[in-house]
């Protein structure tokens, strides 16, 4: 089994920037595709940018040049991170971290991005 603990949500400005973590445990290894997806209200949830075990990366068309993600492979702890800037008030949902190796899938609880004035 996989635990995964996202942390660094909040409320910030249009314009402004947030860097959301994920801390990935339990039976996870660098092999792990791992991922952001997001959810606001009276929508699906929709993938935002994934990084693979090689470290290759995909973004969503709507983040393309605003968001990076990243991971850090330890021995028994994945970190992912997604560095978000230049918030808009579309970006505001529930962030969940992902992690997902063969035929296994594993969600974090979510951590709510809140952008508004």
């Known amino acids: 089994q996989v635990q995964l603990v996202e942390s660094g949500g909040g409320l910030v400005q249009p314009g402004g920037s947030l860097r959301l973590s994920c801390a990935a445990s339990?039976?996870?290894?660098?092999?792990?595709?791992m991922g952001w997806y997001r959810q606001a209200p009276g929508k699906q949830r929709e993938l935002v940018a994934t990084v693979s075990s090689g470290g290759g990366t995909y973004y969503a068309d709507s983040v393309k040049g605003r968001f990076a993600i990243s991971r850090d492979n330890r021995k028994n702890t994945v970190y992912l991170y997604l560095q978000m800037n230049s918030l808009k008030p579309e970006d505001a949902a529930v962030y969940y971290c992902?992690?997902?190796?063969?035929?296994?899938?594993?969600w974090g609880q979510g951590t709510q991005v809140t952008v508004s004035s």
């Open positions: 992902n992690a997902v190796y063969r035929f296994a899938a594993y």
């Open positions: 339990g039976t996870i290894s660098s092999d792990y595709v």
